[in-house]
């Protein structure tokens, strides 16, 4: 099962994809516009996080500072 879709929302979301901050948390992208969502139920609704510079703070303790994540691969090298 991928859990790579499509999100229908306001605006075109693009491709949401797993990624693997560098705390080793899993928390789903959206490969076009930056938002995140810490759950694969959340996505697509109105409760996400936009990270910015600075800090590309997701929660308290969760960054997605550029290029300290990863896209989330399967054990057969699939993402």
């Known amino acids: 099962m991928s859990v790579e879709r499509r999100v229908p929302a306001l605006n075109d979301q693009g491709l949401v994809r797993p990624s693997v901050t560098a705390a ?18 959340h996505v697509g609704a109105v409760a996400l996080a936009i990270p910015a510079a600075p800090d590309w703070r997701v929660s308290p303790d ?3 500072l550029p290029e300290t994540t990863r896209w989330a691969v399967t054990a057969a090298g699939k993402s």
């Open 24 to 41: 080793g948390e899993t928390v789903f992208m959206s490969d076009s516009g930056g938002e995140v969502w810490l759950r694969p139920s």
């Open 62 to 64: 969760l960054h997605v």
